[in-house]
């Protein structure tokens, strides 16, 4: 997936005239910028955004979630990105403000700000992924030190652990990076890196120098607990450079800052740290946008506001025990009635039939009575690049299919399959679910995905229709970095019905699809053919059974 991007009225440094502003996102015919500060864009609360991050092109990818020129009078708090294939989260200009943040294993920068941005960020914690991130914090401003609004947010109560090694596009794990001119006001920060984590502070280039000389960038009753603490400034003709800064004079020079043992148990301080001890006091007089907290880092050691809400930080679940009960069949299926003692599950009340060409997002939802049901033939998701659509399937989801029946995604549209461990999403044959009856080899379709990926089947690939080997579905195109969304914890059961002598469908097939489709934690059983196959595919994919 993309990614989430709010566009708002505020304030940026790229626009002149803010009363007339209408600055370009990096992605889309989208604009943002304007001359209201205290613009609002809505509310986030108790949000996650994962696995998200798809890639333009060499030098583009989307952000977990991007604000750009978003107002003061935006809500956010309590929201995790995790594993984003770009940043976790970046602000251009604007003035929002945000609080208890999560950002885990994202591949580049996990807070990154630029071109005015003077929002606060406060309980944030930051876990790099090792050999799988570059920077926990990458600060800029603009290039130009004349341009209005400067980037000058406020921080505090942040948690860094840096990672060791180097993400794929060969950047280093580092701390924090302040640049292009960025100011801040920063407390109670604290970074941890490892023996393999590059360097846990920098400051670059002379606009902000200047700044740290004059007191506009400035990071009080903080800790940096790193084997490669800090990184000067240094001059360099050939970046334009002329400035120095010794980044641990200034930093030691400055209030309540400290370089030593952060003493934590995973992410929270134990009783004996000195984070709980040396954090500023009296923050909300100071800034009202923030909480008091006067302790170093995230955590208190005691309250740990993750729980309940996020994934991946505990080791335990946090979707519920159980799924809940429908009382009706989404839009886009059909109501069938269910007669008792028909299947071996007798707590199925609702059976959802879906059927034909799904031409409008449509998302089966979860729920411990109901099955959903494919009938009618082949179940195609959107129209051949003219009509796109997205079928959402919930964690936990059933379906299950007739003897002729399968599911097809067409090329431009999308599965969005987001099982999980404890609710796995399960398609699988009628017979394997009706009273009586026994699932075996061959018993419907399966699961097709149809991509505009290269293929060597077309010498033009702006102009490439491959027939798929079973039904009048095309794929093949010029867009390798395409995503057909997500199949994640998905098993695929009694599949591979038997076209002709030939011709048998597989459990799941993948045809010229995209790199920025995700495929994890899938499983093909008894199918009648093969379990998966791949018509020049791109798609990055892992664990398979």
């Known amino acids: 997936m993309g990614g989430l991007v709010l566009l708002g009225n505020a304030p940026v440094n790229t626009c002149p005239d803010l009363s007339a502003c209408d600055a370009a996102f990096e992605v889309g015919s989208h604009n943002y910028g304007g001359n209201d500060e205290t613009d609002s864009s809505g509310s986030l609360k108790f949000v996650r955004v994962e696995f998200g991050g798809f890639k333009i092109n060499d030098t583009q990818e989307m952000n977990g979630i991007s604000f750009a020129g978003v107002g003061s009078g935006t809500e956010v708090e309590y929201i995790q990105v995790h594993e984003n294939n770009d940043d976790g989260v970046e602000f251009w200009g604007g003035n929002v ?102 360097e846990c502070l920098e400051v670059n280039d002379d606009n902000t120098v200047n700044n740290a000389n004059s007191d506009m960038l400035v990071v009080e009753n903080s800790l940096i607990d790193c084997v490669e603490p800090f990184k000067d400034a240094k001059p360099d003709a050939e970046e334009g450079r002329t400035l120095a800064l010794d980044v641990e004079a200034w930093f030691k020079g400055q209030d309540g800052n400290l370089e030593g043992a952060s003493d934590l148990n995973g992410y929270m301080p134990n009783s004996s740290s000195v984070a709980l001890t040396g954090g500023k006091a009296d923050l909300a007089n100071m800034d009202d946008r923030l909480d008091d907290a006067q302790y170093i880092g995230a955590f208190d050691g005691t309250n740990d506001w993750t729980m309940g809400w996020t994934t991946d930080i505990h ?46 997002n449509t998302t089966l939802l979860a729920g411990q009575n109901v099955m959903y049901k494919l009938d009618g033939g082949a179940v195609v998701v959107g129209g051949d690049n003219t009509t796109p659509a997205t079928l959402g399937i919930q964690a936990g989801v059933n379906i299950f299919s007739t003897s002729d029946s399968y599911i097809a995604v067409s090329r431009g549209s999308k599965i969005m399959a987001q099982g999980t461990k404890e609710h796995p999403i399960v398609m699988t044959s009628e017979e394997d679910v009706l009273a009586g009856a026994t699932g075996e080899r061959g018993q419907w379709g399966g699961l097709v995905i149809l991509g505009n990926g290269l293929t060597n089947k077309c010498p033009d690939k702006d102009a490439c229709d491959v027939a798929f080997e079973v039904g009048s579905h095309n794929y093949g195109g010029n867009d390798n970095t395409e995503s057909s969304g997500q199949i994640s914890h ?25 790199s920025g489709t995700q495929v994890d934690h899938i499983q093909v059983h008894a199918n009648g053919d093969d379990g998966v196959e791949f018509w020049a595919v791109q798609s990055t994919s892992s664990t398979f059974t």
């Open 97 to 198: 403000s945000i609080s208890h943040v999560v950002l885990t294993n994202n591949f580049d920068d996990s807070l990154d700000w630029t071109n005015g941005w003077q929002g606060s960020a406060q309980h944030v914690y930051i876990r790099q992924a090792d050999n799988g991130s570059n920077r926990g914090i990458e600060a800029d401003s603009n290039s130009d030190a004349q341009a209005t609004p400067m980037s000058n947010p406020t921080l505090a109560n942040f948690t860094i652990q840096v990672a060791n090694g180097e993400n794929s596009g060969g950047d280093d794990a580092e701390g924090i990076l302040f640049r292009k001119g960025t100011a801040v006001n920063a407390y109670n920060l604290l970074v941890k890196g490892d023996v393999d984590s590059g």
């Open 315 to 360: 080791g335990e679940s946090t979707v519920p025990v159980a799924l809940p009960t429908l009382t009706s069949c989404p839009v886009g299926t059909t109501s069938e009635p269910v007669v008792a003692g028909l299947y071996k599950d007798s707590s199925v009340t609702l059976v959802c039939s879906l059927q034909g060409n799904v031409l409008s």
């Open 490 to 514: 998905v098993v695929v059961k009694y599949a591979g019905f038997k076209v002709n002598d030939t011709q048998e469908m597989n459990g799941i097939s993948f045809a010229a699809v995209g």
